[in-house]
């Protein structure tokens, strides 16, 4: 077992498969890529794993592994950097070794005292499940491509044993469980038959031969786990609330816990033998620790994420993209690290600069929007909220004011955020699983659309409706809509016209708001989205559905440019309203003045496809950063001189897809947003 002190000496960073040390407590500078000056959040949360010892949480991110020290809940070491997309993570039972797996299909042994990757194994699929032996020798796995259980030495990544499982049903196996002496493997049956029915299947490990199938399971198995004595076999049910036992001298069912509600249920034995479980709960979002024999509710804390229960004392969970929690028997105080792993921008124009550059606005998918300080790299909320479903939404008016608007229920509350939070007004009636409001903060205007299709638009500060139509494009029954039909609602910049993208149908319209009146409607087979108004107002920027770019222009009602095979960019428009951004086989500026390609872009060789884009405020620059594509390990983020097109610089950082982009307005910084969970902040200085 490693001590507690040893473990503090491990390095703080290991971006590739070796540690290297680096000075410093503040967390935003470990493992950052060159160029990069912070990080500001920690990366969506995947797994999470106690150290043996109950002194540590790893946490298992897309940018990397943290390590918490549980006592604090103070971070002390980020490994695996350089690729990042972690995804499970197991300990040996005696702590010295961790296996994970990533999102590349690559799944990795590391010494936890050296620091270091020791054994590397890369499969053509996904990792559905890997553990180690009790004796720390072996680690049995389940990859995708096979429907087997291989066992192999942790030391080498070889194969020395492997489990037949033999299903002609399409069936996979999930969790995987060694009894404590090591003879016996179990796992989980997944079914792919339909009726969603699964069981344990039992194997001597010493002969590779099948024991048992214990298929009177009364419900879907989540769980499974042995007891320290290795006389017993639980499993907890998944959306029953229920926990079997089996005794594996006979494989008899000896006891059957039930009444914990529609829970999927983690069974889990103290070093002692007492039978513990967490009860996970997707209606109401809480997990309740039990004992079982006595049917006594150890804790109860609110859940909206990732979590983990071990050695029947030990749980951590993720509520909501808020924080980290862990409460473990000896110390039932819980104890919390605040806004560390948040999420991702909900959209390419969700992060923006304040207008001093001392403040970056950030809109994430959780339904948070927060306040990051630039020069202290901490958070605050815009608004501070109790309630557990966030649906904030960021906007910044033309004279660089903020507003959020909150969506609790059927209430669309409108707030402007300064100095101070200032209620600007309420409407209700509006359903608020699928609609992000527009807003026309100059001219008080809030439209919001309904699931039936149903559009209408406020005057928010005296709280009259001005006007209320329905979307009818024969595609479907309006008594039959479907449950995911969303849309995108955009206000041109003199809040004039109102655009409405449906997602489901691919059907846009353009509503004249002055004299409540359809302009136009644009069916599917002619566009297929929407981008954005030119900032003069004039023109809309839409994809079409042959593929291409199409500029429609407001006044004169009819189309002014069409670009075959060419694509706009989220940020389409530069500041003047002179030049396009567009791509394709390439990118390039088309210049609205002269009709022409005005300069084409280089990408790097590895880059296939940008996405988030963002032109400097002064028109002079603009940056795009690549979505991901297999086999790239970090995504690139360009930025070029918009006159001459000459790339300047390339960053490399995030692991997975850049999905917002915002200069500062000195051109000091350009800050980048991911898939990843993270924030990056480049130094512009050097080549600027």
């Known amino acids: 077992m490693i001590e507690r002190d040893d473990f503090k000496l491990i390095h703080r960073t290991l971006s590739g498969d070796e540690a290297a040390f680096v000075e410093g407590d503040d967390v935003t500078t470990w493992s950052l890529p060159d160029g990069a000056i912070a990080r500001l959040e920690r990366g969506g949360v995947h797994d999470l794993a106690f150290s043996p010892d109950g002194y540590h949480l790893a946490v298992t991110t897309k940018i990397g592994i943290w390590w918490y020290e549980i006592t604090t809940m103070s971070p002390i070491a980020l490994w695996d950097t350089q690729r990042g997309m972690i995804d499970d993570i197991v300990f040996s039972p005696n702590g010295k070794w961790i296996a994970t797996?990533?999102?590349?299909?690559?799944?990795?042994?590391?010494?936890?005292?050296?620091?270091?990757?020791?054994?590397?194994?890369?499969?053509v699929d996904y990792w559905d499940s890997f553990?180690?032996?009790?004796?720390?020798?072996?680690?049995?796995?389940?990859?995708?491509?096979?429907?087997?259980?291989?066992?192999?030495?942790?030391?080498?990544?070889?194969?020395?044993?492997?489990?037949?499982?033999?299903?002609?049903?399409?069936s996979r196996l999930g969790s995987i469980a060694f009894s404590p002496d090591n003879q016996i493997i179990a796992s989980i049956k997944?079914?792919?038959?339909?009726?969603?029915?699964?069981?344990?299947?039992?194997?001597?490990?010493?002969?590779?031969?099948?024991?048992?199938?214990?298929?009177?399971?009364?419900?879907?198995?989540?769980?499974?786990?042995?007891?320290?004595?290795?006389?017993?076999?639980?499993?907890?049910?998944?959306?029953?609330?229920t926990v079997c036992v089996w005794n594996i001298k006979n494989w008899q069912q000896v006891e059957v816990y039930t009444c914990y509600g529609n829970s999927h249920m983690i069974p889990s034995y103290t070093p002692e033998g007492i039978l513990h479980a967490a009860a996970v709960s997707d209606k109401d979002y809480?997990?309740?620790?039990?004992?079982?024999?006595?049917?006594?509710?150890?804790?109860?804390?609110?859940?909206?994420?990732?979590?983990?229960?071990?050695?029947?004392?030990?749980?951590?969970?993720?509520?909501?993209?808020?924080?980290?929690?862990?409460?473990?028997?000896?110390?039932?105080?819980?104890?919390?690290?605040?806004?560390?792993?948040?999420?991702?921008?909900?959209?390419?124009?969700?992060?923006?600069?304040?207008?001093?550059?001392?403040?970056?606005?950030?809109?994430?998918?959780?339904?948070?929007?927060?306040?990051?300080?630039?020069?202290?790299?901490?958070?605050?909320?815009?608004?501070?909220?109790?309630?557990?479903?966030?649906?904030?939404?960021?906007?910044?008016?033309?004279?660089?004011?903020?507003?959020?608007?909150?969506?609790?229920?059927?209430?669309?509350?409108?707030?402007?955020?300064?100095?101070?939070?200032?209620?600007?007004?309420?409407?209700?009636?509006h359903a608020d699983e699928w609609s992000r409001p527009a807003v026309a903060p100059l001219a008080n205007l809030l439209a919001c659309a309904d699931k039936d299709a149903t559009i209408s638009v406020w005057d928010i500060q005296c709280g009259k409706q001005l006007c209320k139509f329905k979307l009818h494009h024969g595609k479907h029954?309006?008594?039959?809509?479907?449950?995911?039909?969303?849309?995108?609602?955009?206000?041109?910049?003199?809040?004039?016209?109102?655009?409405?993208?449906?997602?489901?149908?691919?059907?846009?319209?353009?509503?004249?708001?002055?004299?409540?009146?359809?302009?136009?409607?644009?069916?599917?087979?002619?566009?297929s989205d929407i981008f954005g108004y030119s900032p003069c107002g004039q023109y809309l920027a839409c994809s079409i559905s042959k593929k291409g770019t199409l500029l429609w222009d407001i006044e004169k009602q009819k189309i002014c440019l069409e670009l075959q095979n060419i694509f706009p960019l989220p940020t389409t428009f530069s500041p003047c309203g002179r030049y396009l951004a567009c791509s394709g086989d390439e990118m390039f500026f088309y210049d609205l003045r002269q009709h022409e390609i005005h300069v084409r872009l280089s990408l790097p060789q590895e880059c296939e496809r940008m996405y988030a884009t963002a032109f400097s405020a002064c028109g002079n620059y603009f940056a795009a950063g690549a979505w991901w594509?297999?086999?790239?390990?970090?995504?690139?983020?360009?930025?070029?001189e918009v006159e001459t097109g000459k790339r300047i610089v390339t960053f490399w950082g995030h692991a997975t897809d850049v999905q917002a982009l915002a200069f500062s307005p000195d051109n000091k910084l350009l800050a980048s947003a991911s898939y990843d969970g993270s924030i990056l902040l480049w130094d512009l200085t050097p080549y600027l």
């Open 629 to 640: 594509k297999q086999g790239m390990e970090k995504m690139p983020i360009c930025l070029w």
């Open 131 to 170: 553990t180690f032996s009790s004796d720390n020798l072996w680690l049995a796995t389940i990859n995708r491509s096979t429907p087997n259980i291989e066992i192999r030495s942790h030391e080498t990544g070889e194969i020395v044993t492997e489990l037949v499982s033999q299903f002609e049903d399409g």
């Open 286 to 429: 809480t997990v309740t620790v039990w004992e079982l024999e006595n049917k006594e509710k150890l804790y109860t804390a609110n859940s909206e994420g990732t979590m983990t229960f071990e050695n029947g004392s030990q749980l951590a969970y993720q509520y909501g993209h808020e924080y980290l929690e862990v409460w473990t028997m000896n110390n039932p105080q819980p104890r919390r690290t605040v806004h560390t792993h948040v999420s991702f921008v909900n959209t390419s124009e969700s992060m923006t600069f304040s207008p001093d550059g001392k403040t970056i606005a950030v809109e994430y998918a959780c339904g948070d929007a927060l306040f990051w300080n630039v020069e202290s790299k901490r958070s605050r909320p815009v608004i501070n909220l109790k309630s557990r479903n966030k649906k904030q939404h960021l906007y910044v008016s033309p004279h660089d004011e903020y507003h959020i608007t909150t969506i609790d229920s059927n209430v669309v509350t409108l707030w402007n955020v300064g100095n101070s939070v200032v209620t600007v007004g309420t409407v209700t009636g």
């Open 190 to 241: 997944c079914s792919d038959s339909g009726n969603n029915m699964q069981s344990i299947i039992v194997w001597d490990v010493q002969s590779s031969e099948q024991i048992t199938c214990l298929s009177n399971h009364n419900n879907s198995i989540y769980s499974i786990c042995f007891s320290p004595c290795g006389k017993f076999l639980t499993s907890g049910g998944e959306g029953s609330g």
């Open 477 to 527: 029954n309006p008594d039959d809509i479907p449950d995911d039909l969303s849309f995108s609602l955009e206000f041109s910049p003199d809040a004039r016209f109102l655009t409405i993208a449906e997602h489901y149908y691919y059907y846009s319209m353009l509503w004249d708001v002055e004299n409540n009146t359809e302009i136009i409607a644009f069916p599917s087979d002619i566009i």
């Open 101 to 123: 797996s990533n999102s590349d299909m690559v799944l990795k042994v590391w010494d936890v005292q050296q620091g270091k990757c020791t054994t590397r194994i890369e499969a």
